[in-house]
């Protein structure tokens, strides 16, 4: 007898005996998303934490799916141009919005239905590598939307916020979409703690009762710094010193505020000028005025 092997359940054979290898999906609503390349169609690489401070919305969609073909028009008109022509989001928040291609080549389709629903920021997802990381079901469309706002009240920085597998399965679309990404609240601003005496002038000799001498730039000399911030230099009077994001200011009670990191340069914000100091005049001080290119005194 001749033995006879069949193609086809050779195939099956080892189709059988060959392990599956199953995609888990990788986030759920209020995971925190990694970092991720985008690699856009025309070649550049956007990585997503590049997108800091705004909502990331990806749709993937497919030319030929007739879902895609519903769904992106209506993003393209009810939520990109229409929180563009707002400034955001109610909170002012900047939506990005990821068109994510799952079609294999067929490129002159894809294309057309690019620029047909106007999306600005096409990437290839055709392998579903980054699909498959929030819903694993091999449909499409696919729609997650991303926090990229740090200090948010609502929800942590990067997290996933929202994902669906499907279009026609939802009753309001647009109303669901726009609920979560109004539901992200804009960050609370935090300041730095401000900065104590020592740490203003870190190399002012101390001497008692409050006074110390600082020889270092800016060069004050004898000042009394009990009431810090205010201080009090014999012949300048008292100033007011402050740091806030990196910029060092002071009031004078004759000239009223001044800009004063690069001293004896000082700017001062009454009429805008720049003015020299010169150094140890007393009664009346001198001052080099650069917008009037004079002397002047006080």
């Not at 392990?19 to 690489?45: F, K, M, W």
């Not at 389709?109 to 629903?117: A, D, R, V, Y």
């Not at 926090?147 to 939802?170: I, K, R």
Request: hydrophobic content about 40%.
């Amino acid at each position: 007898m001749k033995l006879i092997q069949l193609p086809f359940v050779t195939s099956l054979l080892i189709l059988l005996a060959s392990p599956l290898t199953l995609i888990a999906q990788t986030y759920d609503v209020g995971d925190i998303v990694s970092n991720q390349a985008l690699v856009r169609r025309d070649g550049e690489v956007v990585n997503l934490y590049d997108l800091e401070g705004k909502i990331i919305f990806i749709e993937w969609f497919a030319w030929w799916c007739p879902f895609c073909q519903a769904a992106a028009p209506e993003i393209r008109d009810e939520i990109v141009n229409y929180y563009k022509e707002r400034g955001g989001t109610p909170e002012g928040i900047e939506i990005v919005h990821i068109g994510a291609n799952l079609q294999s080549m067929q490129d002159p389709q894809t294309n057309n239905f690019i620029q047909t629903n106007g999306i600005e920021f096409a990437i290839d997802d055709t392998n579903r590598q980054l699909a498959n990381q929030f819903l694993a079901t091999g449909g499409q469309p696919l729609f997650a939307i991303i926090n990229g706002v740090a200090n948010s009240p609502s929800h942590a920085q990067w997290e996933l916020v929202f994902e669906h597998d499907g279009y026609g399965n939802l009753s309001q679309p647009v109303t669901t979409f726009r609920q979560q990404l109004e539901s992200v609240l804009a960050g609370e601003q935090t300041f730095p703690d401000k900065m104590g005496f020592d740490e203003f002038f870190p190399r002012a000799f101390r001497l008692e009762n409050g006074w110390y001498f600082q020889s270092a730039a800016p060069a004050l000399g004898l000042i009394n710094v009990s009431t810090f911030p205010w201080i009090y230099q014999p012949s300048l009077g008292f100033w007011y010193i402050d740091d806030f994001a990196g910029m060092d200011f002071a009031f004078d009670p004759t000239m009223g505020w001044l800009y004063i990191h690069a001293y004896p340069y000082l700017y001062r914000y009454s009429d805008g000028a720049w003015l020299y100091y010169e150094e140890g005049s007393r009664a009346p001080r001198y001052f080099f005025n650069f917008s009037t290119s004079e002397w002047e005194s006080n």
